[in-house]
């Protein structure tokens, strides 16, 4: 089991953290190590929507793709995302949204655990760094689209 938890606070409103975050087929634009992203299908749930979608990850001689379900909760600022084919024994993430008095106050949570021993090992030595520059990229891009919160 590798877990991260991160809260920071943005100068953007919640609706473009959030916005930013779900737009998954833009990732490879900006975020590390995503080589691709592909969505499968978007339905709309009525409260929510349940977006299936591939990333291809890619760092040094790994590549790999992986399935994940990502819901959508406009309502509550919130997006969940859950492990459904790939590289991993599980992945759960969730990013959450709230306004601040500076703008935005963005938490964001993942646990994962690789299928393979070797490379959970690996993703144990630098997993925190990886996920630290995860969240800065949402940062940048963020920087990058829009204009900040006065």
């Not at 790999?64 to 859950?82: C, H, N, Y």
């Not at 306004?99 to 490379?119: K, Q, S, Y």
Request: with cysteine; net charge negative.
């Amino acid at each position: 089991m590798t877990a991260h938890a991160e809260t920071r606070t943005l100068p953007f409103t919640p609706q473009q953290m959030y916005d930013l975050v779900a737009d998954v087929a833009r990732y490879p634009e900006f975020l590390p190590w995503t080589a691709a992203a592909r969505i499968r299908s978007v339905d709309d749930m009525g409260g929510h929507t349940v977006m299936l979608a591939d990333l291809v990850v890619s760092f040094k001689v790994f590549r790999e793709r992986f399935g994940s379900r990502v819901t959508l909760w406009p309502a509550q600022m919130k997006i969940d995302t859950s492990y459904i084919d790939g590289p991993f024994r599980y992945l759960d993430s969730t990013w959450t949204f709230h306004p601040a008095e500076a703008g935005c106050e963005v938490h964001f949570e993942v646990d994962f655990e690789f299928l393979n021993r070797i490379l959970q090992g690996a993703a144990g030595m630098f997993f925190n760094e990886a996920m630290q520059r995860i969240v800065r990229a949402f940062e940048k891009r963020a920087h990058e689209i829009y204009d900040p919160v006065t």
